[in-house]
């Protein structure tokens, strides 16, 4: 078997059978909150102790969900050795590390927060308000989720760009396609001669982009695929 150098994009809904809302869903989580509310340098600005309690409750909700069999197969796939896989995802949550996976969190996380005022960074397993102090600086109401909000940088863009450079295989599984540059991926992939495969419930915006797409659930869908690039 050649060992092939794979991409791999996860989105929101390969997390959505470990029970953790996806963002567009009917009572998805920007239904309870409007974008600009909740997921912007200047929804924090306006209110601080809204945008905490919006990120309080999802790191609270990570307590009870557990990785699906999609987390699990991608574990497989990257630990088997077999193939050069480099998982980037566009969710905070941590199933993928829970899986045993490692992956490049471009949007930040859930479980780490970080100091507006000097930039620290550190883990956290509990909730954070406006009270909290930056433990290196010790400025005051400037820790905030370790989130990249719209209208920020992703995290890494140069390392993700050079992979997508190199790969002979990119995948994306559970994302809508709606955000960038996540959703320029494909494209960026494609110019460079990779092959492309999308796994999602529902068309995505860049489907039309994609040499493949499987449509269905990622938590029967992924394992296939794996054991397929497996075998
Ligand atoms: C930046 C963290 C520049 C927050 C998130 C106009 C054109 C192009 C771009 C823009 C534009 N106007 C503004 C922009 C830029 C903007 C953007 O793209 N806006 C969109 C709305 C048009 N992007 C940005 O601002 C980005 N930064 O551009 O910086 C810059 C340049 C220089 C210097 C400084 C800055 C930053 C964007 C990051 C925002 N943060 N997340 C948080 O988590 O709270 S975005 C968030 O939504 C996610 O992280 C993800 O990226 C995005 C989309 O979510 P999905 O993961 O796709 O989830 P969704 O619910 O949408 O879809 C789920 C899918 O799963 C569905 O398709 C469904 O069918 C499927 N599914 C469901 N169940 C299953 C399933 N599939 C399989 N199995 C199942 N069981």
Not at 106 to 127: N, P
Not at 197 to 222: C, H, M, Y
């Amino acid at each position: 078997m050649i060992e092939q150098k794979i991409v791999i994009l996860t989105g929101a809904g390969i997390s959505a059978e470990s029970g953790i809302d996806t963002f567009r869903a009917s009572g998805g989580l920007w239904e309870n909150h409007r974008i600009e509310d909740v997921a912007t340098p200047q929804g924090f600005a306006a209110n601080p102790a809204l945008v905490h309690e919006f990120y309080n409750a999802r790191r609270r909700a990570l307590e009870t969900a557990a990785p699906n069999p999609a987390h699990d197969a991608l574990a497989r796939l990257q630990n088997s050795a077999a193939h050069d896989v480099f998982i980037v995802t566009q969710n905070v949550d941590d199933l993928h590390e829970r899986a045993g996976s490692t992956v490049h969190h471009m949007h930040g996380e859930l479980l780490s927060v970080k100091c507006a005022a000097c930039d620290w960074q550190w883990e956290s397993r509990s909730d954070i308000d406006i009270t909290a102090r930056c433990p290196a600086c010790q400025t005051r109401a400037s820790v905030r989720p370790d989130i990249v909000w719209f209208g920020e940088m992703p995290y890494g863009m140069e390392k993700i760009e050079g992979r997508l450079a190199a790969c002979d295989l990119f995948v994306s599984i559970g994302t809508s396609g709606a955000v960038y540059p996540a959703a320029g991926f494909v494209q960026m992939a494609k110019a460079f001669g990779a092959r492309t495969l999308e796994i999602n419930l529902d068309p995505s915006e860049g489907s039309a982009f994609f040499d493949e797409t499987r449509r269905g659930k990622a938590g029967r869908l992924v394992p296939d695929w794996v054991d397929e690039i497996l075998s």
